[in-house]
């Protein structure tokens, strides 16, 4: 009986083809991911000018719409950022899907008795953490960009406006804020070990630096953003 040997080559060569993908996938995933963190914390760093005053962090936010001037239009660099971000969210949650599909589709059968697997909370809640930032992220924009949603709205007080946003009254925003935080903040700390895996990170001593840099990085970001709406819970900022 004839065996037709050229299967196993072909299995083989698309095998590599799919591994290759997916590692592709995996370092934009991690570039992505890289250039969002980075993000975060510039932003983070703008929020807490709020502690200077309302003077301080009123020009600190005109400023952010001149930046590039004249060499670019009023407001262009923003533009630019929040299309580069846009386009980096995006193609962050797609790799990170197409990703998923195919681990689901390398374990096709569901085992009735399967051993748990440890892992972090953060690696087992990332699809949910995803969700949940995607909201706020949807709602932070007609919130504290937009105006739409906010007491004050105006775009020329945002000092005015962030202060409006916490008010003690409005403490069900505050715990969305917090909640949406937190999730960041788990969502960045198995982000950042997972790409120092992907971009080569390797070895038992390399794997612990990893973890404590994910971890110490995480706490700064939600400690960092969660200081603003408790200083105004709190009457420091008002």
Do not use: C
């Not at 953490?129 to 709602?139: A, C, D, E, N, S």
């Amino acid at each position: 009986m004839a065996v037709d040997t050229r299967v196993r080559p072909q299995k083989a060569r698309s095998a590599a083809r799919a591994g290759s993908s997916s590692v592709a996938l995996k370092i934009f995933m991690a570039t992505t991911g890289i250039l969002l963190v980075l993000f975060l914390y510039v932003h983070m760093a703008g929020n807490l000018k709020i502690f200077f005053g309302a003077t301080p962090f009123d020009h600190y936010a005109h400023w952010l719409r001149t930046i590039g001037e004249p060499l670019l239009p009023q407001q262009w660099y923003l533009w630019i950022q929040r299309t580069v971000l846009t386009v980096a969210v995006i193609g962050h949650i797609a790799a990170a899907t197409i990703l998923a599909r195919r681990a689901r589709r390398a374990r096709p059968v569901r085992y009735a008795h399967r051993p748990k697997v440890q892992g972090s909370y953060a690696a087992r809640t990332m699809r949910w953490g995803g969700v949940i930032i995607l909201l706020f992220v949807v709602y932070h924009i007609l919130d504290l960009t937009t105006g739409t949603l906010n007491p004050v709205g105006s775009p020329g007080h945002p000092y005015a406006n962030v202060v409006a946003d916490f008010a003690p009254h409005r403490w069900y925003v505050t715990l969305f804020y917090a909640l949406a935080v937190v999730a960041v903040g788990a969502h960045l700390r198995h982000g950042i070990f997972s790409a120092a895996r992907t971009l080569g990170q390797r070895g038992a001593r390399g794997e612990h630096v990893a973890r404590v840099t994910a971890l110490v990085l995480s706490i700064v970001l939600v400690a960092g953003f969660l200081s603003v709406p408790f200083a105004v819970i709190t009457g420091l900022v008002n």
